[in-house]
């Protein structure tokens, strides 16, 4: 079974703190993506990564960094949070083009 | 701009009745569509379609898919309260098989 994990289930932050979320993954995937999901908007794209160093803007990766240095790793960094970066935020992994991507629990976010 | 609509956005049902959900997509460089289920955490992977009218089947869900018309059903016949859940509809595009998302469609199955 593909296993993702993100490092924490629920995270309160401050305003203009640098904010680290993790997202590890055990399949060898070569695609890893963070989206954020906010009620009545879904599931938004942040940044993705088709291999390690890679990376390429999603749909929405205004305030928002990543970093790939291993395979298996993937991490999303808000530089300077701000309060609209309050979220849900889901990291997914996926092999290519014909399987699935692979979800982990998600991290709640709140930037007080 | 890749596009993916669901609907309805909300369901109210009864233990035993049949929903079938919408998801119609307007995305460049299609690859595939597939269906998620959400309840209190991760998105769960359903079913992934990548050819027309080749329905796809798991116990009392099954999914097909119109590449003609762009878009796809979700059937759940005899709806028991475990189908309660936020499903979700994706377009894949691209080499990397980046999605787009609908809104996702709340379902409450009511006993």
């Known amino acids: 079974d593909v296993k993702v994990t993100q490092s924490s289930r629920y995270l309160v932050k401050r305003t203009g703190e640098k904010v680290f979320l993790e997202c590890v993954q055990d399949m060898d995937h070569e695609n890893m993506f963070w989206y954020r999901q906010d009620p009545g908007l879904g599931l938004r794209l942040i940044y993705f990564s088709y291999d390690v160093k890679m990376k390429e803007k999603g749909d929405i990766p205004e305030g928002y960094s990543v970093s790939r240095e291993k395979k298996e790793r993937f991490s999303l960094i808000l530089e300077s949070a701000s309060t609209n970066q309050t979220s849900m935020y889901l990291c997914?992994?996926?092999?290519?083009?014909?399987?699935?991507?692979?979800f982990g629990d998600g991290t709640r976010l709140s930037i007080l | 701009e890749d596009k993916v609509v669901q609907s309805p956005l909300s369901l109210v049902v009864h233990e035993g009745d049949t929903v079938t959900l919408n998801c119609s997509y307007e995305v460049t460089n299609f690859r595939s569509l597939l269906w998620y289920k959400q309840e209190k955490k991760a998105p769960t992977f359903l079913f992934m379609l990548?050819?027309?009218?080749i329905e796809k089947k798991s116990g009392r869900l099954s999914s097909i898919l119109d590449k003609k018309e762009l878009f796809s059903i979700l059937n759940i016949t005899a709806t028991q309260t475990g189908d309660s859940a936020v499903y979700l509809c994706a377009a894949a595009t691209g080499a990397n098989s980046k999605l787009t998302f609908g809104k996702g469609i709340t379902l409450s199955v009511r006993p």
């Open positions: 990548t050819s027309s009218g």
């Open positions: 997914a992994s996926g092999s290519d083009s014909n399987q699935p991507q692979h």
